[in-house]
């Protein structure tokens, strides 16, 4: 099983920061690797997949790069609704594996 | 639009079976693979099972032997079957579909299942 490792578990930002969340995977995925967004009482949010694919919708702060083992989201201004949960996840191989969240909570 | 809605939870004697069920609406059900993934209170995501377009399924280990994932593409609706249900099981449940293979873009609103005596 591909272990994936989110840092850091929590970022205290303000908005307008930038904020820049890792993901470290177990062993290389290639870019076969998402990302998503969860707010309290709501579903996930996929933001990024492929690595780098903003998903439909998704505003152009959000990017997200890497491949093999190390990934990066970055949300290049931060908005009062960026404050959430996220999430990475591999595709790569069985089984699907998500990382454990990083809360970006508002400092 | 894209619709997805659990259904099936609810509390559950440890030992004990759930079905879920999710029905789906707004895309061709039977040409999607199509996923269970749980949320322990307060805790992050777990992949627990799909099923392809043709009804191969996976699992993960957690769930392996205890709980059957199915679908009936004439009612657009997708299983999953628990049984032997553990404390541990406690969760919301969401089922999921995907964009293209394994990325989730649209989720239900889950269903929560609570094991407890």
């Known amino acids: 099983e591909i272990v994936l490792t989110q840092s850091p578990a929590t970022l205290s930002l303000s908005p307008g920061e930038r904020a820049t969340l890792s993901c470290r995977a177990s062993q290389s995925v290639s870019t076969s690797f998402a990302w998503y967004q969860q707010k309290p009482g709501q579903a996930p949010r996929l933001l990024i997949y492929?690595?780098?694919s903003r998903a439909t919708g998704i505003p152009a702060r959000f990017s997200g790069s890497g491949s093999g083992t190390d990934f990066t989201l970055t949300i290049s201004s931060l908005e009062a609704e960026d404050f959430a949960v996220y999430y990475c996840?591999?595709?790569?191989?069985?089984?699907?594996?998500f990382g454990g969240g990083t809360k970006v909570e508002i400092k | 639009e894209v619709q997805l809605l659990e259904s099936g939870g609810g509390l559950v004697q440890p030992g004990g079976s759930l079905r879920l069920s999710c029905v789906v609406s707004g895309f061709t059900f039977s040409s999607y693979a199509m996923t269970w993934v749980r949320q322990a209170p307060g805790k992050g995501l777990e992949w627990v099972s799909s099923?392809?377009?043709?009804?191969?399924?996976n699992y993960a280990d957690s769930v392996k032997g205890r709980f059957t994932i199915s679908r009936d593409n004439s009612k657009n609706t997708l299983y999953l079957q628990m049984n032997s249900l553990r404390a541990e099981d406690t969760a919301i449940f969401y089922c999921a579909k995907p964009m293209t293979p394994n990325y989730f873009d649209f989720w239900g609103q889950g269903t929560l299942v609570t094991v407890s005596s």
């Open positions: 996840q591999q595709r790569n191989s069985w089984p699907i594996t």
């Open positions: 492929d690595a780098s």
């Open positions: 099923i392809s377009s043709s009804g191969n399924a």
